[in-house]
């Protein structure tokens, strides 16, 4: 069964720095785009950043300058270096990908988030 499994949250003070990880496994034959995505306490999910196959990376303003996607394919892994942290980026961080499992069958896969807490 292909998975997205996160990794790399925690509890950070103001101004500190978290990486997340994404690690994707099971039977795949490709990994398309993939991104971050942030749920905070009674908001709704928000786009954080994006990275194509080819290394294209889309932010949204509210991270931009502050946090860098980036992938290794041959780890099938997604990251997220996040720098300069504010108490307003707590959230559910949650991985995506669209994935071709290796029954070439193309799919939309969540990971089931990992939580990032900055205190002010």
């Known amino acids: 069964q292909v998975q997205l499994v996160e990794s790399g949250g925690g509890l950070v003070q103001a101004g500190g720095s978290l990486r997340l990880s994404c690690a994707a496994s099971?039977?795949?034959?490709?990994?398309?785009?993939m991104g971050w995505y942030r749920q905070a306490p009674g908001k709704q999910r928000e786009f954080v950043a994006r990275?194509?196959?080819?290394?294209?990376?889309t932010n949204s303003d509210s991270v931009k300058g502050r946090f860098t996607i980036s992938r290794d394919n041959d780890k099938r892994t997604l990251y997220l270096q996040m720098n300069s942290l504010k108490p307003e980026d707590t959230a559910v961080y949650y991985c995506?990908?669209?994935?071709?499992?290796?029954?070439?069958?193309?799919?939309?896969?969540w990971g089931r988030g990992t939580q990032v807490t900055v205190s002010s």
């Open positions: 099971g039977r795949i034959i490709t990994i398309g785009a």
């Open positions: 995506n990908g669209h994935l071709l499992d290796g029954d070439y069958v193309a799919n939309n896969y």
């Open positions: 990275i194509t196959t080819d290394g294209s990376i």
